[in-house]
Nanobody
Framework: QVQLVESGGGLVQAGGSLRLSCAAS????????MAWFRQAPGKEREFVAV????????DYADSVKGRFTIARDNAKNTVDLQMNSLKPEDTAVYYC??????????????????WGQGTQVTVSS
């Protein structure tokens, strides 16, 4: 089992940047594929980015590609999401998620085993 805690959310103007961090505790962090999802009010949870256990393979939603970067540090048990050129439509609660690495990378939220509590990101226009 792994516990996930997100941090770094806040209020930022359009065009600005934020860096989210997810700290993991419990089982060996490198045992997991890690991802970020987000959920805006009244909308379903949507995929943002995923990174494999070693950090050398990533995938991004089209809506964030070129603006967001996911990275992990297995020595520190963290996965970060650097968000640049933020837009009002990026406003959402952002969640960190983990799934066993043997299962591979996926964009489907239902296939992740563990979730953090979420951190709010608000982008003003």
């Amino acid at each position: 089992q792994v516990q996930l805690v997100e941090s770094g959310g806040g209020l930022v103007q359009a065009g600005g940047s934020l860096r989210l961090s997810c700290a993991a505790s419990g089982r060996t962090f490198s045992s997991y594929t890690m991802a970020w999802f987000r959920q805006a009010p009244g909308k379903e949870r949507e995929f943002v980015a995923v990174i494999n256990w070693s950090g050398d393979n990533t995938d991004y939603a089209d809506s964030v590609k070129g603006r967001f970067t996911i990275a992990r540090d297995n020595a520190k048990n963290t996965v970060d999401l650097q968000m640049n050129s933020l837009k009002p439509e990026d406003t959402a609660v952002y969640y960190c998620a983990a799934r066993f690495r043997a299962l591979g990378m996926t964009r489907q939220a239902a296939l992740y085993n563990y979730w953090g509590q979420g951190t709010q990101v608000t982008v003003s226009s």
